[in-house]
């Protein structure tokens, strides 16, 4: 039996239902394995007193401490973060808060190795309690991880996490590269893809469910928090030149307001729709009602949005951004291009000129999916127990 405790800060929960779900959905796939067993530590950051009342963190004061989440066992500890300080002293706080926690699950839960899903703070404390509790360390970078955190204030702890830990993962040969280039062991690094549910995320009738949306248009979705790095404003912009389509956004984040307002101001109040957040589970329609999925990023690992679309038959209008090539490999499944509008809205109008049937464009999702994600995590951290336990028997 293995046992494996799986740390992310990145994890959803009844306040934050789309946060790192798919953090969650690998989580779950890995759990269902035979002859493994899991329990997950989701700590949640917050501000110091009264701080902590504010209305944004005022949701996860009903979050339990301890629950059962779509048949994980999962605990939710409290951690503190001190604004202002660029996230130093975040991993400090996180071992304080943890270790009293593993302390007690352990007596319960012998787990044999720490999976860190998330780069920073998670990684670096995984490092320090794994040397804790004498098992191995697995770091999987995912994107903003590795391209914020391991820069600045927290660069250090990053940089040493890397080199400390047993076993890293990267969700790109991209974001393998972005690590290598931060100093860590280019052979210490596994790339391990995310997955898709293709049962969920599959091609539908098109025109019926842009019906469902009030959509008679060509439609063009976008998909992903509402932030500088995912490039709304661009996609937005780009429709000035698409005078036939419409745009739906969705997301929820603290451009919400600057969005709207460039919608307003371009005139486009009548074609573009900011949705606010979708629950994951309405996403498959959503894509597969859009001719296109267009997103801007400045950044990414590999989005998990690329991967569900393709899923649905919809192509997709990306940047060279994280393992963009490692998705849209043939012009059948869409375009990687510069980011601007009307590099954007070129591509989208070619697409929509003369869209690749759904089926071509499916088929390069399929090999992105959730049991083969789960086997590979499951080898990944079965060999890092192997090697430690190979290491003990010779000391």
């Known amino acids: 039996m293995l046992r494996v405790l799986t740390l992310s800060t990145l994890f959803p929960d ?11 959905r690998q989580t779950r796939a890995l759990a269902s394995r035979p002859g493994l067993e899991v329990r997950v530590v989701a700590p949640i950051g917050l501000p110091p007193g009264l701080l902590s009342r504010a209305p944004h963190y005022q949701s996860f004061a009903e979050v339990p401490a301890h629950e059962t989440w779509h048949g994980l066992d999962v605990r939710r500890p409290r951690f503190t973060t001190i604004p202002g300080t660029g996230g130093r002293f975040h991993v400090p706080a996180l071992v304080r808060a943890l270790s009293p926690v593993l302390d007690r699950l352990r007596g319960e839960f012998a787990f044999d190795v720490i999976d860190a899903e998330f780069f920073f703070p998670d990684g670096p404390a995984a490092a320090a309690l794994g040397a804790r509790y004498g098992v191995p360390v697995s770091i999987k970078a995912r994107g903003a991880d590795i391209h914020h955190w391991g820069h600045g204030a927290t660069a250090a702890q990053v940089r040493r996490a890397g080199r400390t830990a047993d076993g890293l993962l990267a969700v790109s040969a991209a974001m393998k590269t972005d690590m290598v280039a931060l100093g860590m062991a280019a052979q210490n690094i596994r790339i391990h893809h995310t997955g898709v549910d293709l049962d969920r995320f599959r091609p539908c009738d098109r025109e019926a469910a842009k019906a469902q949306l009030n959509v008679a248009a ?22 000035a030149a698409l005078p036939q389509a419409t745009l739906l956004i969705a997301g929820e984040g603290p451009d919400h307001a600057a969005l709207q ?3 307003a101001a371009a005139g486009l109040g009548d074609r573009v729709r900011l949705l606010g957040a979708v629950a994951h589970d309405d996403l498959p329609a959503l894509l597969a009602a859009a001719d296109v999925m267009a997103l801007a990023s400045s950044s990414e690992g590999l989005a998990n949005a690329w991967v569900e679309a393709l899923a649905c038959g919809t192509p997709v209008v990306i940047t060279d951004a994280g393992g963009a090539h490692e998705v849209v490999a043939a012009a059948s499944t869409g375009r990687i291009v510069p980011r601007s509008a009307d590099a954007f809205a070129a591509a989208i109008g070619a697409l929509l000129a003369d869209p690749p049937a759904a089926d071509m464009v499916r088929a390069a999702a399929r090999r992105f999916t959730w049991p083969a994600n789960a086997a590979a995590l499951e080898e990944h951290l ?9 290491l003990r028997r010779r000391a």
Do not use: C, Q, T, Y
């Open 14 to 24: 009844a306040s934050r239902p789309n946060f790192g779900v798919f953090v969650e």
């Open 218 to 239: 060509p439609l063009i979705v976008s998909l992903g928090a509402l932030i500088p790095r995912k490039g709304h404003d661009v996609v937005i912009d780009a429709m």
């Open 261 to 263: 307002a460039r919608i």
């Open 382 to 390: 079965a060999g890092l127990v192997e090697h430690a336990s190979h």
